[in-house]
């Protein structure tokens, strides 16, 4: 029994009184957009409930009037899950912010959705632990993002990614029922492990509303070295080494191609820490548990590696400025828009040993279909992941269906993943049969259908619910 | 239309000729039961399929005809996930096994379901790779099992429970159809992350038959030490030492109380590598790079936390049968069956603070119900991961129904989980309600509904079809 909108505004209003709800000339411009570079859209309405029965209050009221829902956290996602759906009534988190515990002795927090990933992880520093989560939007995503994009960022090699640093959760189904499932332990093999389902699923099964954070150790020592290297079996090589001989120390390995470094060094203007050019640019940083031990093994397996011929050439910090120094390097991409101009960014997933032979294949279609395309490759290949920014220098606006359509066609040809880090959302959408089959996607309709028989939350984003089987 | 059961094992022998049927009287002992001691059933037939596509037919037919399926691995659960249930038919993985590739520059290892869990770690350790997870039955689990497990063991405080180790994996629906996602990529987020849903769901949602593991490097040495501590508080206060002082090198740490090692000192008759008595017994182990450099900085932890006050006393390891030495002590719950006589064992979990004041209290209880009620606890507590065996000396028939509801009642009240590790299968699925909510337990059976409408995959086990709401 759908409701009329101004029914349910004023069921809201009643149930919500306060700053909980933003309507019509109320709602900020922040609100109507996330990062994904789609157009502006009004909502019908943001609510920001405070307390998890707030939320399962205010998805039951949606869900009862027949209006969609979106979930929004900070607004930093890249593929539009968060974005706005016109008619739709926001459930932002910001409200329900702040660390709720930290338990030493299982190394554990305890957080609200809301909570900026930031604050999250300086809390855990005071406490003498560490998040190994970080991504450039740190102080603006909220954690409740973080899950329910399964976040990745420059650590996961070591880490893992979102996925693996959540031990407990709690969520609102799209009926409105809150489930809480706040378990501390590493292992708990009760029935199904239904917190997996909402971790990464971009807010289209259920709202994340608190979670139980696994922290680590806080590490004594970061090393890094800026490496070159003359040729992709190298740096192959070099990452087996590294696997080998740095073990669980070994924190990030990121590959820049050619391309990317002379954007970055003549474009972008950011000063290379190597003098000489070189086929591929790797930094490499540790995290160890005494400078006075993992330094020297440090140096001395750099030593090992360069006796063996695998680099041509490296800088070592010798100290965490120069780690800085050398990130800068790799950080530099967030420059690009303001130095490339409009472009279109992807985040893809290859296997290890393919990657450069999709980096050569993807720059000569992209130049066969257009003379001036630029394109240029860096990523975390010890995860598999490439990142990929294009753009036809011959035009101002940029055809990103066609350029879209030729990466990924690429990424499909090599069987890699269309989405390493960033997730579907809207704008990737259109791409998911090329990465996943038939019976994925069939798969993951009918878990959609499922959880969401209505298709009210988050619709039309990562996969629809399937009309014409349901009652 | 079910089918009579003539005419499905005339429709099976036609599809599976040769070894791949077993019915009736060829139906060999071992396959009428698990390891979890419940009574023998025979099964209509014992299907043998060797490729994912004969698993999928014949899981076609047996739900166009009908009837149950259990699936089968190497029959070591503890659970009865995979014990025979009568009139169903058994789908065995045994005999698709084998490993298909080994990815040294992706650190993957692409297997049959079908293959041993020892036969795995050898190829990886031949290969130069580490597979961590190791459990008592290596020699004859099958890693489908495995992953239906999502089997744990002693290095979880390192390496994470097996769901953390399968980057990739194929398995076919309950109405037969095979969906493969065999992916090698430590990042991947196209989509919902399907695979979660199989891993630790003991058969209930589909079959496994094939996965995509992680290799780690292999670890350059091994240190441990046997520690004796005077209080519980001492030993919460040794593992968050360890945490910081030993980091991502920690890859066990085991706690013992003295109950138990009573029984393993004076029953079984293990030699204690300690001299005196102590109220905990601690094993930690670590895993290193090089003895050089990591041999000396354990020996200085040590003797910084004994010097700490943390210790009453420690046997080190000199040498790798030191470190053997050691793990006899805690492996000596093997012969628990042979040396105490029939009993009840458990793998519950809880948060680490609560460990102790939970033994007390099941203890306690347990002695109140029956007075000559001998219960012994030790486990992976960094993992929150409590054993407990437990059994009446003053009877010869052990009152399990008894033992459980007051063990899994203590659960209840410390807020734990009822299983850590082993899984529900059909013996603790009376009790998973002490350990998920109401609001769980329907997700569940709303999964369960999606993806086996008509409950003829595992019926029975760890949550049932619901009736009623069904078409």
């Not at 540790?286 to 041509?312: C, H, K, N």
């Not at 920014?389 to 069987?415: C, G, H, N, W």
Request: a negative charge.
């Amino acid at each position: 029994m759908p409701l009329d909108t101004d029914s349910l505004l004023a069921r809201l209003a009643s149930a919500f009184p306060g700053p909980a709800l933003l309507a019509g000339d109320d709602i900020p411009a922040r609100n109507l957009h996330d990062t994904s570079f789609l157009a502006n859209v009004t909502p019908l309405a943001v609510l920001r409930p405070d307390t998890p029965e707030a939320v399962a209050e205010a998805v039951r009221l949606c869900a009862e009037a027949g209006v969609a829902m979106v979930p929004q956290g900070g607004l930093t996602g890249l593929a539009g899950g968060g974005h706005p759906i016109d008619g739709a009534v926001m459930i932002s988190l910001e409200r329900f912010n702040g660390i709720e515990e930290i338990d030493p002795a299982s190394s554990t927090m305890t957080v609200r959705a809301g909570t900026p990933l930031e604050v999250i992880q300086k809390a855990a520093d005071e406490a003498g632990f560490f998040i190994p989560l970080d991504l450039g939007a740190r102080g603006s995503c909220l954690i409740g993002g973080n899950i329910g994009t399964n976040a990745g960022g420059n650590r996961v090699i070591r880490y893992g990614m979102t996925r693996e640093m959540i031990l407990g959760l709690e969520y609102v189904l799209p009926d409105g029922t809150l489930v809480s499932g706040l378990n501390k332990m590493l292992k708990n093999n009760a029935g199904y492990d239904l917190k997996q389902l909402f971790i990464g699923s971009e807010g289209t099964l259920g709202i994340v509303t608190r979670a139980v954070l696994r922290m680590h150790p806080k590490p004594g020592c970061v090393n890094a070295a800026l490496c070159g290297l003359g040729s992709y079996d190298d740096v192959v090589n070099l990452l087996a080494e590294a696997r080998r001989g740095l073990g669980p120390m070994l924190s990030a390995f990121e590959v820049m191609w050619p391309d990317y470094w002379q954007v970055v060094t003549e474009t972008v203007g950011t000063r290379s820490p190597l003098e000489g050019k070189h086929a591929f640019y790797v930094l490499l940083e540790t995290q160890g548990l005494d400078e006075e031990i993992d330094g020297p093994r440090f140096m001395s397996w750099i030593e090992r590696v360069y006796e063996a011929g695998l680099l041509e050439d490296a800088a070592i910090s010798q100290s965490l400025s120069d780690v800085q120094r050398f990130w800068d390097v790799r950080d530099a991409c967030a420059e690009f828009m303001t130095r490339l101009g409009p472009h279109c960014a992807y985040d893809i997933g290859l296997p290890v040993t393919s990657m450069d032979a999709f980096a050569d294949a993807c720059r000569s279609r992209l130049v066969e279909a257009m003379p001036e395309a630029l394109s240029v490759y860096y990523g975390h290949i010890g995860d598999g992941n490439l990142h990929i920014v294009a753009l036809d220098r011959a035009v101002k606006e940029q055809p990103m269906d066609r350029i879209s359509s030729i990466v990924y066609a690429t990424v499909r040809d090599f069987r890699g993943t269309i989405s390493a880090e960033h997730g579907i959302g809207l704008l990737k959408k259109p791409y998911l049969p090329y990465t996943r089959s038939a019976e994925e996607l069939a798969l993951m309709a009918r878990i959609k259908a499922a959880l969401d028989p209505a298709g009210l939350l988050n619709p039309g984003k990562v996969i629809d619910t399937p009309t014409g089987d349901l009652k």
